[in-house]
């Protein structure tokens, strides 16, 4: 991740503009026993309270880093059920970055916050529908498979 | 000058800058071996 995924300047303007980096050695104590750290490269987002909503382990390249960052954000916001923020997040995420790692979930996610805002089902099954279509190998189509009958 | 990340190092400095400037935090855990 520091050869080349942080050294990236879209990653190095994103990171600046919407988050506060803190950067840890694997070890660091009590960090690392608090968030149970057993291998690195280990990426978590916290909310300003400190408590987490999204962790990665493993390198990602600075076109998935993105795209997991706002997924982070938003599962931020939809955890602390602020739907508006979070829906905003999905879908900028994925306008922004359709083929990434990260955009099933978020297509799962943007149809359940919707559901949670609307108390409507139809976004359920649009988003079973988006993912049978758009990433029909992805875990999230299988998560989403009741609400094909919805 | 292309930008790089200003990495804190100090869990609640990072935190009370996350509640000044209303954003997430990134926490990374890294091994520089």
Known sequence: MGAVTYPDEKVAEFVEKYMVPIQVMFDAQPLAADFKIKWTPTVITLDEEGNEHHRTVGFLSPEEFIPSLMLGMGKAHFDREKFEAAMALFDQLLKGYPKSDAAPEAVYLLGVAQYKSSHSAKPLKEAYERLHTEYPSSEWTKRAQPYRLL | ?33
């Open chain 2, 1 to 33: 000058m292309a930008k790089t990340i200003r990495w804190e190092k100090d869990k609640d400095t990072a935190l009370a800058r996350a509640r000044k400037e209303k954003k997430m935090v990134l926490l990374d855990f890294f091994n520089p071996g």
